[in-house]
């Protein structure tokens, strides 16, 4: 079992670092209700997010229930499992669940679309505790993010993670110097998951751990791309650029389309066309390394494109925050829509019985009309969405709009039905209560008064056929077996 597992926090007291952060959380699980918005964690990886999640669980003896990005986090998915989780009590009889999503801003990163919206959908209804966890907070959707109240996890400090790692060497049993220790809280760049690793892999084999045993490679390389995006533009020297360039896992073209992305914060249109033409000479060369296959030629597209823009930049900076390549944003948009399209067509397929194909390829035209000219109906029938709607009319402003129009029925009509059986059922009680009345009054008339002998009338007694005595002379009628002849 690795040692991040092994020594993973289970009380809120025992994370490291961050202590404003873990009193927040702690007061809000403390004072929840179902008003209470979610919270929303984030901060750099390692920082004790997922664990203080786990751990206020465990503090509150809440039962926790994760999704994170290794799980097919659909929108399907999420309301079968997260969905119900949020509106019914525990199987374990905890007193509440706690709903986890962890990794929320690679949602756009899933099998398949919706997880967003299914989680703000389960947000509005939900009567559990939720909190969202992401590294990167302007990863995460806006109309989720409004949601959510907001709590920063800041990287640990080097003095606060090297007492952790001496607590596990002490409790491993192996002996591990001051300066090692020193050294990985250094290199670990405030995660402490990265230096329980570092950690984990100086000591296999060893029952001492020096110096010289630590190898300190960077850890984190999407961090470190964005820390050379910008060291490019606040100036950093060339061999600090080529340096970190050198350090991480990304290829040039893909350090290429980041700094293309970010072009535009550079101030002046002459400054900018400076950089775009290094990144365009420097595009030549990887198209030759592609074309070629002589690898050798990175090195200079690399060189071409990072010193030519940290010039043209001027070490002016940033404007705002480094942008991710604007290309994935056009591919993710790319697989929603195909998403869509897909969803829909399954929709059709089996509502009509006739393959996706041919939906496709010879009544698609025709089916468009039909929902241009009745789109209620479709929506109704087939369970349409704003998006799969707007696959047909192409109009999205009058897709949700239509939407919307549906749903407000749809919700006035559930209300009409549930103040129509609360009229039913109170009918009932009180039918039921006057037969009750009804009942207690009869038995109050027919019962006999006890106690009073006044106007008390005596009831006939029944004759008494063996006693009876025929008077002499009385005229009596008798019925016989023969009346009849």
């Given amino acids: 079992m690795d040692w991040v597992e092994k020594y993973r926090p289970h009380q809120l007291q025992d994370l490291v670092g961050n202590g404003p952060a873990i009193r927040q959380i702690a007061e809000w699980a403390r004072t929840w209700t179902r008003d209470s918005p979610p919270l929303l964690l984030y901060g750099k990886p390692g920082t004790g997010k997922t664990s203080a999640a786990h751990a206020l669980a465990s503090d509150m003896k809440w039962e926790a229930i994760e999704l994170n990005a290794s799980d097919q986090r659909t929108k399907d998915v999420i309301e079968k499992i997260a969905g119900t989780s949020s509106t019914t009590a525990s199987l374990t009889g905890a007193s509440r669940k706690l709903i986890i999503f962890d990794e929320a801003d690679n949602l756009h990163g899933t099998a398949d679309r919706g997880g967003a919206k299914a989680i703000i959908e389960i947000i509005k209804h939900t009567r559990q505790p939720i909190v969202i966890i992401a590294n990167d907070i302007y990863g995460i959707a806006k109309e989720l993010k409004s949601q959510c109240d907001p709590i920063q996890f800041k990287a640990l400090q080097a003095r606060s993670i090297a007492p952790r790692l001496k607590y596990i060497c002490a409790a491993e049993g192996v002996v591990c110097d001051e300066s090692a220790t020193h050294m990985i809280a250094e290199s670990a760049a405030g995660d402490l998951r990265a230096a329980i690793n570092m950690l984990y892999a100086a000591a296999i084999g060893r029952e001492e751990i020096n110096s010289s045993d630590i190898s300190t490679d960077r850890k984190d390389n999407r961090a470190t791309i964005f820390e050379l995006i910008g060291s490019v533009f ?24 980041w700094l293309e ?4 914060q550079i101030p002046g249109i002459q400054e900018q066309a ?45 404007l705002t925050r480094v942008m ?15 998403a869509i399209r897909n969803s829909t067509m399954s929709k059709l ?29 479709f929506v109704r029938e087939l369970s349409l969405d704003k998006d799969e709607l707007d696959f047909f009319l192409h109009d999205k402003t009058r897709s ?12 006035e009509a559930e209300k009409k039905s549930i103040k129509k059986k609360e009229i039913r059922k109170s009918n009932i009680q009180k039918s039921r209560s006057e037969n009750n009345d009804i009942k207690r009054d009869l038995t109050l008339d027919i019962a006999p008064k006890t106690g009073s002998t006044e106007n008390k009338e005596e009831l006939p007694k029944p004759p008494d056929d063996e006693k009876m005595v025929l008077q002499p002379g009385a005229d009596h009628k008798q019925s016989t077996l023969f009346d009849g002849f």
Avoid at 261 to 264: E, L
Avoid at 400 to 411: D, G, L, P, T
Wanted: proline residues 4%; hydrophobic residues 30%.
């Fill in 324 to 338: 991710p390549p604007g290309r994935w944003r056009k591919m993710a948009g790319a697989r929603r829509k195909k």
């Fill in 261 to 264: 992305t970010n072009i535009g």
């Fill in 400 to 411: 949700a709009k239509i939407i919307k129009e549906i749903s407000k029925k749809k919700k």
């Fill in 274 to 318: 400076q950089a775009h033409q290094h990144i365009a000479e420097a595009d030549e060369y990887i198209g030759y390394t592609y074309k070629r296959q002589y690898y050798t030629l990175w090195r200079y597209a690399t060189a071409l494109m990072i010193i030519g823009t940290a010039d043209a930049a001027g070490g002016r900076g940033l």
């Fill in 349 to 377: 397929s089996e509502y009509s019985h006739i393959p996706r194909g041919t939906l496709r390829d010879d009544f698609l035209t025709a089916i468009s009309l039909m929902v241009e000219n009745d789109p209620e109906t």
């Fill in 234 to 257: 606040r100036g950093k020297s060339d061999d600090v650029l080529m340096s970190l360039s050198y350090e991480i896992s990304d290829t040039p073209d893909t350090i290429e389309q």
